[in-house]
């Protein structure tokens, strides 16, 4: 039920350990140019993932106004509740227990919206749970360890302390969907998944900016509007629907 999920997680961490060993033979100039590679393919993916938001729509109220609020929301809860700086927080505590280098606020915070945050994750994840298909996380898989390589040469070995959210995440909605079973129905339909997929596409861009060294935008602060944006389009399904 839960089979695919740790198969994603090992690949995570054999991308990690093999990034970590080309991190200490590469040179800056190598590193610096992978980070730029990384930075241009999720500003593809951001992209992607954010133009679902026009497509949704309840009532007057389309899903960039929602997604706009749940954004203002969850930036006023991330910075009362100080998650960038416990982030960073948490990163140093990491880096003194692991020693080495690296970006490890960034190495926790890209990996887990890169990996956690997106269709193929809820919906292979469910696939696991109900009937026991593995294909989709099994190519989550594939694609998740090629991007540990590239973020643990740029980033350092913290982004394998993404497996952790990864699988809580992951086996969380595999355990789920298995019990509710196959008439739960397909998640990606449903306006909801759109806008939470919507919204972690504009996180993931706020990360892109970080990776091409544009602007540090604090994205950490703004993961609560992944919990908004869902809550906001009921709220306004119940007022106009």
Avoid: H
């Amino acid at each position: 039920m839960t089979s695919g999920t740790w198969i994603n997680a090992a690949g995570v961490l054999a991308g990690t350990a093999l990034g970590a060993g080309l991190r200490a033979r590469a040179g800056g100039m190598f590193q610096q140019t992978l980070q730029y590679a990384v930075g241009l393919i999720s500003l593809l993916l951001g992209i992607q993932m954010a133009m679902k938001l026009p497509g949704v729509a309840v009532g007057p109220v389309d899903g960039i106004l929602i997604a706009l609020v749940a954004l203002a929301l969850g930036a006023a809860t991330g910075e009362a509740l100080r998650l960038e700086e416990r982030l960073a927080a948490l990163g140093d505590y990491a880096r003194r227990k692991m020693g080495g280098g690296g970006r490890f606020s960034e190495g926790l915070i890209t990996p887990f919206l890169l990996f956690c945050i997106g269709p193929m994750s809820l919906l292979g994840s469910i696939a696991n749970g109900v009937s026991g298909d593995m294909r989709l996380l099994l190519i989550k898989a594939t694609l998740d360890s090629i991007t540990a390589v590239a973020l643990t040469c740029t980033l350092g070995p913290s982004v394998g302390l993404s497996t952790l959210p990864l699988v809580l995440f992951q086996a969380s909605v595999s355990l789920i969907a298995g019990a509710l079973g196959a008439g739960a129905g397909d998640p990606s339909t449903s306006p909801m998944f759109v806008m939470v997929v919507g919204v972690g596409g504009v996180l993931i861009l706020g990360i892109t900016l970080r990776l091409l060294d544009l602007t540090p935008v604090r994205t950490a602060a703004l993961l609560p509007a992944l919990v908004f944006a869902p809550v906001l389009y009921a709220l306004c399904a119940q007022i106009f629907g």
